[in-house]
């Protein structure tokens, strides 16, 4: 039976709590010291009494990896080093999502920590395309010593052939295929030939090994080296934006990099912080819908060197003017999105399957990629979204869930000839396709992610750490609950069910969200739902008795007043006793 007795809510989800297992472990950190809510969650995540101080205090010093277990790396780390002692020229290739800019101003931060500057060079999106080119790689190889590669360059044989006797260093993440190509060092924690240990590193973090790694050679020389635990807002940004998984390392990066943001040291986020009016201590939230879409922004719809330029300056001014324009370009860039969103969502819902995919004449490549978020958020599947373009062909975006692989399925289709290119990570993908092979390729991708469910996709069940009284969500519970963030990929929010609330109000704003108030007795809730399920908003609208409810508890702040408040996942009327 479903958790509470739910076996179908609002949104026709079967909803599963704690098993006996996970009820006894929960106890038993309870009994350790923790408040029952944060011990439910703990026990969810696996965590064992033991492990439970190590997981709430994560120590960057104890979980970093040694750089040099990544192959290729001291080779890297050497060349970069070789670049800086002999003032050589050094161009830096980066891609033109959030990942790629972090890693580009990682590495021009810290070349400018010790007296040496870097030209970057970042590919417009749709006259270039994704990764390295040859045109862009032999004019930078003619006016440079050493260029490297970030968040891309793993799959560029072509392209890296054309550098000539120019050195190319390659900082990535993507999946690779048996053949590297033709550079001096490639370091990837994805290589067919690693073992996966770090596959969950995004692009930003393997070029903050890379510069550990560096600064054990500066050292050595008796040179100062640069303060790398001051980059590490840049790492967070990049590791929260690229969907990594918070887990390990991943998660003491992101802990520590948000302290970092607070500062407000750099410009570039300073000035986007406040041209995206955020308020309160940074968290990871900020960083994946606030401060990320932002910098995306500009490889979407505006000039794709922007974010990089942002992440990288020095200057104020610069800084703010470039916020701006960014800000101003996701405005555009939103508007081009919601265009797209209805009508691929239209087209996923007739359609059914174990994937959700969508493609039409004319959509933006710039957006195709948020727009396959939107689509796994709906559907809750992984999500492919293309845009057709004059030429015959489409570019599109995927988006996995948990337990599929996307850029592994979205990889084998380009080897069996039905995509022109595709690659990408787990939780991420890009492709080119002929449009005449849309159809056949989608149909091969959706066998290849049935394959990995495993069983046949059956009634979406969604995950609870436990119920929880209203009279409960207090500020100090959200304050205990934060300990074991951040939240994000691989490490969702604690989530509760509230169970007999009556519903004191609804209201619908914005496009598609949706405000309540719910009261247990003489206490009251708010209550906030991002684009909500249309059965959620019926529901609670037509209650005429109490209802179980389900969300994770946050600090709302509102001109300078902080409350505590849900954000609303789920309901569903509460069973009549029997």
Known sequence: MGFLGIERSATGRRWIGPDDAGARLAEAIEQSGHPR????????????????PTFLDPSLRDLLPDPSTLRDMDVASDRLLRAVTRAERIAVFADYDVDGAASAALLVWWL????REATVYVPDRIDEGYGPNAPAIAA?????DLIVCVDCGTLSHDALAATGETDVVVLDHHLGIETLPPALAVVNPNRVDEDGTLA????????????VDANRKVRAMGTKAPDLMALLDLVALAT???VAPLVGVNRAFVRRGLTVMARRDRPGLRALADAARMDGPPAAYHLGYLLGPRINAGGRVGRSDLGARLLSTADAAEAAALAERLDDLNGQRRAVESAIVEAALDQATHRGGALSWAAGEGWHPGVVGIVASRLKEAT???SVVIGLRNDGTGQGSARSVSGIDIGAAIQRLAAEGLLMKGGGHRMAAGLTVEAAKVEPAMARLTELVERQMGVPAGPRALRLDGAIMAGAATRELVDLLEAAGPFGQGAPAPRFALPDLRVVRTRRVGDGHLQATFADGAFRLDAFGFRVDPAL????EGAGGPVHVVGKLE???WRGRETVRLRLDDAAPAPTAT
């Open 37 to 52: 809510a944060l011990s439910q969650h703990l026990a969810g995540r696996g965590l064992t009494p033991d492990d439970v």
């Open 112 to 115: 400018r920590a010790l007296g």
């Open 140 to 144: 930078l190889a003619d006016a440079h």
């Open 200 to 211: 969950h590193l995004c692009a930003a973090a393997v070029v903050f090994l890379c510069l």
């Open 240 to 242: 929260v934006a690229d």
């Open 380 to 382: 809750d599947r992984p």
């Open 537 to 540: 908003t019926d529901l609670l």
């Open 555 to 557: 600090v709302n702040r």
